[in-house]
């Protein structure tokens, strides 16, 4: 019963970062990660009920604290800083159509992919092991396709989601030090990318990749 | 007790349909500031319509005068095999998915027939647009009741609601996906806005209505009334079975009525809201948006490989 509950939030992740992806505005996209964010603590807190580990439900805690609640506070405090600029022409290259294809490409890709891993926890959680894989592909996907730099940020995070549900499946008993390294990497990552991406608003008064081409150092 | 119970859904459906349209009117005109006619007008529509003369183009040939019976008899043989008070279907026969599908197909294509018939140009590219809408809306509506049957393990509408209903599906996810594309499939089906605007016959998409008046421009409004509650049934049956009588008893009975009428009252009050919510989409912009549907079927149907 549990590592189907963990196997459907799994999909459920999936589901929250293809709305991150198909997110046209930065409002939408803080939401859909926060509600996605909210998602993989319920899971890492239903893996440690399930296989006993302590750990993880200390990671559930510390995810709360810095993927539900401060990494979109960090973000969406940007956006208010650069004044909500409008994002109506940043559209992603690649249509939404195509965007939700290429993601579930990707999870049969993976799924394929994690066919012969023998897993530490439980054979039954081979789906979700599939789907973290793909997690980080939809990740790439979204810093590849995105125009909007706020947008490739989250892209980031969509990637560094995947990894930790990864790192969860395959070592439950890891120590909470290498959790504590994952996830303050990811905050000192959005902490800096956020700081660029306001310097080039205030130099370059643009959101849009497009137009970085010409930075010089 | 099965004919019994086709016979009454028939029933049933071709007099409610009218209030039910007359009811998204009233809605409409209340969120648009207007005060509207009452919920019983499109009877009163039918009525007048079904004692006025008869007049059709003269270069239209059977086609055109046979349409509008095919049209009805279509939505009766649909209301016949569609799960609505019951689980299982009343007629077993009619209740597979693809039965259903090639139904609605049939209906669409000699409505756009039809429409090219009475070699008006204006009612001709109505009918076109008509069948654009199909072709962008049926592989949405296959790929995504195709994962429903594979997870139920059966393309009737009876099992399929069954599995849902008893929670034995073996990827939730999947089917939950499943039934997200279906809804919206169903919602472009509907022909309300931003797609279409089903009782709007001045306007290019109900094209074919310009040129049918008296009995016939009767029997097809209300046979389109007729397809908007047939559609959401549909959808209630196979993924929202909730409070529908699994055996028949008087209890089960009266329960799945009172059910049906809920969830479709329900149904129809979120339709309006959105309906009135949204702008019309550029004909063009179309396939923007139903590829996007047909995306989250595929979607659903990646899952249900993964098992989840």
Redesign the interface.
Known sequence: MGYTLVNILGALLIVTSTLVLLSKTTRRAVLCYAVQSAVLVALLFTLGVTTGARELIIWAVTATVTKVIFVPLVVWNVYKKMGCPDESNLASRLKPAWSIILVAAEVLVCFVAVGGIQLPTAAAVRPALAISLAHFFVGLTCIISSRNIMKQMFGYCLMENGSHVTLALLAPQAPELIEVGITTDAIFAVLVMSFVVLRIWRGMHTLDARDLTNLKG | MSVFLAILQVVIVTLVAPLISGATRLIRAKMHSRKGSDVFQDYRDIAKLMTRQEVRSNTSSFVARVMPVLYFAVMVVLACGIPMITIASPVPLLGDIITVIYLLALSRFFFSLAAVDTSSAYAGRGGLRELIVGVLVEPTMLLALFAAALVAGSTNMGAMGLAVATGAVSA???TF?AAVAFALACYVELGKVPFDMAEAEQELQEGPLAEYSGPSLALLKLSMSMKQVIVVSWFLAIFFPFGAAATLNFGTFLLGIVAWCLKVAVAFAVCAVVENSVMRTRYKLLG?QT??I???S??S???L????
């Not at chain 2, 490989?305 to 989840?308: F, L, Y």
Request: net charge neutral; proline share 5%.
């Open positions: 939730p996810v999947a996906l923007t590829w996007a047909f995306g989250v595929v979607l149907f990646a899952f490989i993964v098992g989840v």
